[in-house]
């Protein structure tokens, strides 16, 4: 069974920096393209963020460019997010994903993601 497991949202003021986690489990971590998507208040699913099977290449939306960087231990089947300089606009629940950037063009579309975890950035 995938299990993906967020962690390390929470409230922070703007201009500073959360770091997420995401450990996997039941699948062949070190196999699959991974994402984060975000779900803002009243909004659908965004694309966030992928990262390719060994994380030699990375990909952003244009908004968390500069700001975002994705990570990924194949050793310890972990996805990682690290966010900075936060803006109130980044106000989501976090998800990781087993997908890749077909998710930029079809974030509703059918894969796993986890439970996520709410990132709050206040102004």
């Known amino acids: 069974e995938v299990q993906l497991v967020e962690s390390g949202g929470g409230l922070v003021q703007s201009g500073g920096s959360l770091r997420l986690s995401c450990a996997a489990s039941?699948?062949?971590?070190?196999?699959?393209?991974m994402s984060w998507v975000r779900q803002a208040p009243g909004k659908g699913l965004e694309w966030v963020s992928t990262?390719?099977?060994?994380?030699?290449?990375?990909y952003y939306t244009n908004s968390v460019k500069g700001r975002f960087t994705i990570s990924r231990d194949n050793a310890e089947d972990t996805l990682t997010l690290q966010l900075n300089n936060l803006k109130t606009d980044d106000t989501a629940v976090y998800y990781c994903?087993?997908?890749?950037?077909?998710?930029?063009?079809?974030?509703?579309?059918?894969?796993?993601r986890g439970q996520g975890t709410q990132v709050t950035v206040s102004s």
């Open positions: 039941g699948f062949t971590f070190e196999n699959y393209d």
């Open positions: 994903a087993k997908t890749g950037t077909i998710t930029r063009y079809y974030p509703d579309g059918n894969y796993y």
């Open positions: 990262i390719d099977r060994t994380g030699a290449n990375r």
